[in-house]
């Protein structure tokens, strides 16, 4: 698949409420062209619930119903059973969520929706923080971060949401990217044609977020699959297959860049190299990552 | 008996709903069509959907709404779009 092979046709409509070169927007663009206009989605509190702008107008061309925060599995599972017993089963319903309230707020609904075979689809856009609400940690931010809340740097590692998903056995789940929006297409399309719960999260590099200027969205994400911090895979019924780089890193084929290519041109990882370098943290970070790779190698081949 | 309504508000679609975000912009893209491949880069990744993808797969951007972010320039491999300050004299 090539990028002229994606639909022409945008439920996106220009001139909403997202900051300039928003990795949600951009993914939104691409979620939409692969799931059609036969859907239904549901936003708890997060950026998007923002970025769809001020009543009386929207600018998703596509049925959206608002949620409290840590509810859109559940609301999800509402929409979900209230077609099923009208007869109206071709609709898509999906939630979508940021990562405060995927790993933290929203777990408790995520699990039971996934637990009660709910037909539907949830997606994450992991931008590590909770950006709505001006930068503060969230259970995805990594390591070493700064945000407001964690001044001198995030003191736990992030959670493996992966493998979380994972125990719950569901028909199929996938880990993308937005700097790869044939593989995030792919993996929807994918998504929508599977019966049963869904799960897709989305690496989201968020510029204010992570101080990095606003053209460098898309940089920041390859690096981040390139460096191996972030992977690109999916399971289908328990069997994992990796993709594309995450694949050629997983066999060995490819080394993964370090780290510091990807955090250095980050300002939330300035006191890392400013003003001196902290090789401790930095190999601390590395050597966590090395783990999530080996636990990759070992539970997935 | 009391009749109970259901109090929902209800956004309809519209181009703009924060207004012409292309107001916002520093920095403005500027295509050179001579130079562009039709690759599309820029299309997809266009977070705010300004890149308009014509018939033929040449593209053009709307300025309307346009926020500068930069990115259509930052992912063009040929270089067909460079920025420039708004505002600046010609
Ligand atoms: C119960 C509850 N607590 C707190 C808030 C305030 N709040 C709104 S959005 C948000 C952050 C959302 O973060 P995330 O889910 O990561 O999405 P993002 O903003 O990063 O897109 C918070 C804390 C709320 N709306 N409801
Ligand atoms: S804070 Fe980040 S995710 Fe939220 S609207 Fe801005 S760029 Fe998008
Ligand atoms: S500058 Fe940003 S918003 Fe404007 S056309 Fe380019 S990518 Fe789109
Ligand atoms: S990225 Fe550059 S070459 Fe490709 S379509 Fe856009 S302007 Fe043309």
Redesign the interface.
Same mark, same amino acid.
């Given at each position: 698949m090539a990028?002229?092979d !994606?639909p022409?046709e945008?439920c996106?409509?220009?001139?909403?409420?997202?900051c300039?070169?928003?990795?949600a927007?951009?993914a939104l663009?691409?979620v939409y062209k692969a799931l059609g206009r036969n859907t239904v989605k549901i936003i708890p509190a997060c950026c998007t619930a923002v970025i769809?702008? !001020?009543?009386?107008?929207?600018?998703?061309?596509i049925p959206t119903m608002n949620i409290a925060f840590e509810a859109a599995a559940a609301g999800a599972s509402g929409v979900e059973a209230g077609f099923r017993m009208q007869g109206k089963t071709d609709i898509t319903v999906v939630a979508w969520a940021g990562d405060g309230g995927t790993y933290d707020i929203g777990i408790q609904a995520l699990s039971g929706a996934l637990e009660r075979n709910t037909n539907f689809i949830y997606i994450c856009y992991n931008n590590e923080i909770y950006s709505n609400t001006g930068i503060q940690r969230s259970g995805a931010t990594p390591y070493g971060a700064w945000t407001t809340t964690t001044v001198t740097g995030k003191t736990e590692f992030r959670k493996e949401m992966g493998e979380i998903i994972q125990a719950h056995h569901i028909p199929y789940a996938a880990q993308t990217c937005i700097a790869y929006?044939e593989d995030l297409f792919k993996k929807l399309q994918k998504a929508k044609s599977i019966h049963g719960p869904k799960y897709v999260e989305i690496m989201a590099p968020c510029p204010p977020g992570w101080r990095f200027?606003?053209?460098?969205?898309?940089?920041m994400g390859t690096m981040a699959v390139e460096t191996g911090a972030w992977a690109l895979y999916e399971v289908e019924n328990d069997k994992v297959t990796f993709n594309g780089r995450s694949k050629l890193i997983l066999e060995g084929k490819i080394e993964r860049k370090p780290i510091e290519d990807w955090i250095k041109y980050q300002g939330r990882f300035r006191h890392l190299f400013k003003p001196k370098k902290d090789i401790k943290r930095i190999k601390a970070i590395e050597d966590h990552i090395d783990q999530m790779w080996e636990r990759y190698r070992k539970c997935y081949q | 008996m009391k009749k109970y309504d259901v109090v929902t508000? =209800?956004?309809?679609?519209? *181009?703009? /709903?924060?207004? *012409?975000?292309g107001n916002?912009r520093v920095f403005r893209p500027i295509l050179d069509k001579k130079k562009c491949v039709k690759?599309?880069?820029c299309? =997809?990744?266009?977070?705010? /959907?300004?890149i308009i993808?014509n018939k033929d797969?040449s593209v053009d951007i709307?300025y309307?709404?346009c *926020?500068?972010?930069?990115?259509c /320039?930052?992912?063009c491999k040929v270089k067909a779009i460079t920025l420039e300050r708004e505002g600046k004299k010609k």
């Open positions: 990028i002229k !994606l022409v945008e996106y409509i220009p001139g909403c409420a997202a300039p070169g928003c990795p927007t951009m663009r691409v769809e702008s !001020l009543h009386p107008h929207t600018s998703f061309d929006p200027p606003m053209e460098k969205t898309v940089e | 508000t =209800i956004s309809y679609p519209k *181009k703009g /709903a924060m207004g *012409k975000t916002w690759c599309l880069r299309w =997809i990744y266009c977070p705010e /959907a300004t993808r797969d709307d309307v709404y *926020k500068g972010c930069g990115i /320039a930052n992912v």
